[in-house]
């Protein structure tokens, strides 16, 4: 049962373009939504969060939208450069504090063709 | 400073032999979890353990996995019997112990491990 879902396994986005990734859940406990990055042969990095009491959170070129009532979150990248071709997860977590392990996504492999 | 560190960084090991992963995590950090990414899948949480109280099991996919950790450093992730379905990258996580906002994971590069 995959209570975190990445139905586009690879997107390709034209350098300077913006490249949106998507992500569902099924979960209406998750409450914390986090989009990770990963380069090869190397471990997830945080790239940016948003809690379920907002809609919207920014980070210089990284801004995640959160549609709760659609169970949908997505992340913009604008404008996006060649660094940021990698696997990007979606993951979800029920609670802020406490327990915080994570639910993730199958990833999307995002490459920036320059 | 450090940031999370596995070891080994890849396994090759036969059907039906033990394994025995290790993790260090950053120090100062009491949170610690264990996950597995098996091939076209997405992270899957395996354990968890937050100071002295009883570690989060209920990932765990079989009582052939178990896991311990020293007080708040190393941890070892121990997978007895291995079976094909056991290959996978095995990361490690480390973070602050959890609050009233949310802490930031930091992964290892992870444990390639190939059971043949």
């Known amino acids: 049962d995959q209570q975190v879902k990445q139905n586009s396994p690879s997107l390709s986005v034209q350098e300077g373009r913006i490249s949106i990734l998507n992500c569902d859940y099924t979960?209406?406990?998750?409450?914390?939504f986090l989009w990770y990055k990963k380069y090869p042969a190397e471990g997830p990095t945080f790239l940016i969060s948003?809690?379920?009491?907002?809609d919207k959170n920014e980070d210089g070129r990284f801004t995640v939208f959160l549609n709760k009532s659609a169970k949908h979150l997505s992340l913009h990248i604008v404008p996006s450069q060649p660094g940021d071709s990698a696997v990007y997860f979606c993951?979800?977590?029920?609670?802020?504090?406490?327990?915080?392990?994570?639910?993730f996504g199958t990833g999307t492999r995002l490459t920036i063709i320059p | 400073g450090a940031g999370v560190s596995q070891s080994p960084s890849n396994k090759v090991t036969e059907k039906g032999k033990d394994v025995e992963l290790r993790c260090d995590p950053i120090?100062?950090?009491?949170?610690l979890y264990w996950y597995r990414q098996r091939l076209g899948q997405g992270l899957e949480f395996l354990i968890y353990?937050?100071?002295?109280?009883?570690?989060?099991k209920s990932g765990l996919p079989s009582d052939r996995f178990s896991a311990e950790r020293t007080g708040e450093s190393v941890s070892t992730l121990t997978i007895q019997r291995t079976q094909q379905e056991d290959s996978a990258v095995y990361l490690c996580?480390?973070?602050?112990?959890?609050?009233?906002?949310?802490?930031?994971?930091?992964f290892g590069p992870g444990t390639r491990l190939t059971v043949l």
């Open positions: 979960n209406s406990m998750f409450d914390y």
């Open positions: 996580a480390s973070s602050l112990a959890p609050g009233v906002s949310y802490n930031e994971q930091f």
């Open positions: 993951a979800a977590s029920p609670t802020n504090f406490g327990n915080e392990k994570l639910t």
């Open positions: 120090s100062g950090h009491t949170a």
């Open positions: 353990f937050q100071g002295n109280s009883a570690p989060d």
């Open positions: 948003i809690s379920s009491i907002k």
